[in-house]
């Protein structure tokens, strides 16, 4: 049976339109935003919930402040009647025109600091709670328990093993000898290689530690009861993502890719392929980064997308995760 999940980012886009697919299944969603005034407004807009008003509950955190992340998962544990099943981390910005570094609360470059540190802690802080759910289902011959499942939004641009990943514009994903990390990553630090300042290049380190994350979580943590998993839900282009790209392109880009690419994916199929990775046994494999393609087609079938080297390499995913712990204060 469908138990409780908390998913970060939901007032627009892919969170927005999973949290709809979620409750479709009969999920409890529990949606976690810098504004939940905002993800409200954004959910009844969509006529969200459907049926009780407890389906669905607001809560406040900040990604981008540690502290924030610190005081969102407290008060929710507090709330929280039963442990949760399972947790998306979705929430992201994408900032490709700064010129200057923003700094987070903590004062690390924003993108990585929202994207990773956020959920990083937010992970560190959940594992256990997370272990302990007990959904029972029925085993053929005995009753178990569902395994919970932690998911996190990939995206193609962070994987060098696909087309779209070696796009220099401005430069692949890739996260160098980890120097940015090692030297604390506030200023005058502001990139995971320690090196020149490329904001969207920021975003893409930022995807590409969000899946080193997984296949890390899924090393070290193999006898947990957890499946860990990474998906990329096709190019949702016409998402609020876009929305500090020159507005020409935010008018190209989705008309490009319904004509060019053919990688087009609504909002809505996004959304239904997340609660897919988070609710169907089809999808009950841990250390997979599910795609469906870059070229969308009519009832393709997921498959497991292949990392490069970048994501899957045990050495630099021990390091950043090493380096992660210390600098969200874990230690
Ligand atoms: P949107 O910009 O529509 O959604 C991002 C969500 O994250 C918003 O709800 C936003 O809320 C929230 N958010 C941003 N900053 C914070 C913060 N500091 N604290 C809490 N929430 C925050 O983008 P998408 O729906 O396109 O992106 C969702 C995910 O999907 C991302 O992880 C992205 O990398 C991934 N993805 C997207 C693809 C696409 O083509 N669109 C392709 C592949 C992956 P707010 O309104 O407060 O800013």
């Known amino acids: 049976a469908p138990g409780t999940v908390l998913i970060t980012g939901t007032t627009s886009g892919v969170g927005l339109y999973a949290t709809k697919a979620l409750l479709e299944l009969g999920w409890r969603v529990v949606t976690a935003n810098r504004s939940p005034l905002r993800s409200e407004a954004a959910a009844v807009k969509l006529g969200l919930p459907f049926g009780s008003p407890r389906q669905l509950q607001h809560i406040y955190m900040d990604l981008g402040d540690l502290d924030s992340v610190r005081n969102g998962v407290e008060n929710l544990l507090n709330t929280l009647e039963k442990p949760l099943d399972a947790l998306v981390c979705n929430a992201a910005v994408y ?67 696909e087309l779209g990943g070696k796009i220099p514009i401005p430069a692949p994903a890739d996260l160098g000898d980890l120097s940015g990390f090692e030297q604390g990553f506030r200023d005058p630090i502001s990139m995971a290689s320690g090196k020149r300042f490329k904001p969207g290049k920021a975003y893409k380190d930022s995807k590409l530690c969000n899946m080193v994350t997984i296949q890390e979580l899924h090393r070290r943590y193999k006898d947990s009861p957890i499946l860990f998993s990474s998906l990329y839900p096709g190019c949702v282009a016409n998402t609020k993502l876009f929305r500090s790209t020159p507005k020409i392109f935010q008018w190209l880009f989705p008309w490009f890719q319904k004509l060019i690419t053919g990688g087009f994916v609504s909002e809505d199929l996004a959304g239904k392929r997340v609660a897919q990775v988070v609710s169907d046994p089809e999808f009950g494999v841990s250390g997979v980064h599910w795609s469906w393609g870059n070229r969308q087609r009519k009832n393709r079938q997921q498959f497991s997308q292949q990392l490069s080297d970048r994501i899957t390499d045990p050495k630099t995913s021990q390091n950043v995760w090493d380096l992660s712990m210390r600098l969200v204060g874990l230690s």
């Open 95 to 161: 900032m490709p025109r700064l010129a200057k570094p923003k700094r987070s609360a903590q004062g690390y470059e924003l993108s990585m600091a929202t994207n990773h540190f956020g959920h990083f802690l937010l992970i560190q802080l959940l594992l256990e709670h997370l272990s302990g759910s007990k959904r029972p289902v029925w085993q053929g011959r005995s009753w178990g328990f569902e395994a919970p499942r932690l998911v996190m939004l990939g995206t193609v641009t962070a994987n060098y093993k």
